[in-house]
């Protein structure tokens, strides 16, 4: 029996001004999770989520290595961003900058970690920690419309995890 899937269920909390931390379980090991997150191939599969078409994923997978993802949003709208892995730690965290080029000068830090659901090897529990240079730079990012949009990704981030089984 496959387990029930957890559509629209990411929770976004303000720690502080600078910070958004995000927090979603997925019914999929924690290695599929990784994979689907970490290969250029897979990300594809589902950065966008419902709200565009993912041109490209760079991904030089080591730490000191950079990354790029580009989606088109809409016609004519093009998104890129782009960033510096500083850690790596296999099946359990990513420690990356993060740079959404239409704020070239604004940038994060994000500490995206994996860890079993409750013990439960057959579940995810994937927490990302932004920490923004700025609270202007937070708030510009939480008034993106970022949350919907994130939701959409993470629901197909785990559509493609689970189809990796």
């Known amino acids: 029996m496959t387990a029930p899937t957890t559509t629209g269920?990411?929770?976004?909390e303000l720690p502080s001004a600078t910070t958004i931390l995000i927090t979603r379980e997925f019914a999929a090991p924690r290695h599929l999770v990784w994979?689907?997150?970490?290969?250029?191939?897979?990300?594809k599969r589902w950065?966008?989520?419902?709200?565009g078409e993912v041109t490209l994923v760079e991904s030089?997978?080591?730490v000191g290595g950079r990354w790029r993802q580009v989606m088109v949003a809409g016609p004519g709208f093009e998104v890129g961003f782009n960033g510096?892995?500083?850690e790596i730690?296999?099946?359990?965290k990513i420690v990356?900058?993060?740079?959404f080029e239409g704020m070239p000068d604004a940038y994060s830090v994000n500490t995206i970690s994996f860890a079993d659901s409750a013990?439960?090897?057959g579940r995810t529990t994937l927490t990302m920690l932004i920490g923004h240079t700025e609270a202007a730079h937070r708030d510009a990012h939480i008034n993106s419309g970022m949350e919907e949009g994130m939701q959409g990704s993470m629901d197909a981030l785990e559509r493609v995890a689970v189809s990796l089984r």
């Open 60 to 62: 030089d997978f080591r």
């Open 89 to 92: 730690v296999e099946f359990e």
């Open 47 to 51: 950065w966008a989520g419902e709200k």
């Open 35 to 43: 994979r689907a997150y970490t290969e250029p191939e897979l990300v």
């Open 119 to 121: 013990g439960d090897p």
């Open 84 to 86: 510096e892995f500083r």
């Open 9 to 12: 269920t990411a929770k976004v």
């Open 96 to 99: 990356c900058t993060e740079t």
